[in-house]
């Protein structure tokens, strides 16, 4: 008895081990870019059907390799509702290498990732269809050397 008691338990463990809060299915829009580049107005958006209201805490990643120039990266991001209208838009700008051009993350596979504050707190009160968007703000198009951006959930 004593022995199914210990089993049950590490399985019990084992299974609490491995609940813990991964990004799978927190991904709310993401867009690879097989060449490395980005159109300006090529928008990377997703449609996403809520039937309860939610509170999101968001960030942005994003995936840079060497080709990339800038010392910033620079987005719209913008949530519609079912109808199209704006419901929040803000622009961000963050820093992805310092006033050397040195990049602020280790390099992994040759590429550079960062995760960055995008929203805390996204309330959505109402059961609705939206469309969350971001959109390339950066001055060149295309803008080269970016591999992938993703909305996720934290």
């Not at 159109?39 to 390799?65: C, G, K």
């Not at 109808?83 to 929040?88: D, I, V």
């Not at 992994?108 to 996204?122: C, D, I, K, S």
């Not at 959505?124 to 001055?139: C, G, R």
Request: charged share 20%.
């Amino acid at each position: 008895m004593k022995r199914v008691l210990l089993v049950f338990g590490v399985l019990f463990l084992l299974g609490l081990s491995s609940c813990h809060n991964d990004q799978v299915g927190n991904v709310l829009v993401s867009r690879e870019f097989p060449t490395s580049s980005w159109e300006r107005f090529d928008y990377v958006e997703n449609t996403i059907t809520l039937s309860n209201p939610v509170s999101y805490n968001l960030e942005l990643e994003a995936t840079f390799d060497d080709a990339y120039t800038f010392n910033y990266f620079e987005i719209v991001f913008t949530v519609f509702d079912e109808s199209g209208n704006p419901l929040r838009s803000k622009n961000y700008k963050y820093t992805v290498k310092d006033r050397d051009g040195l990049w602020k993350s280790e390099a992994v596979g040759g590429v550079y990732h960062f995760r960055f504050p995008l929203n805390n707190e996204l309330t959505l009160n109402e059961p609705d269809t939206y469309v969350f968007q971001i959109e390339n703000h950066m001055p060149i198009t295309p803008l080269t050397g970016i591999r992938e951006v993703s909305i996720i959930r934290k």
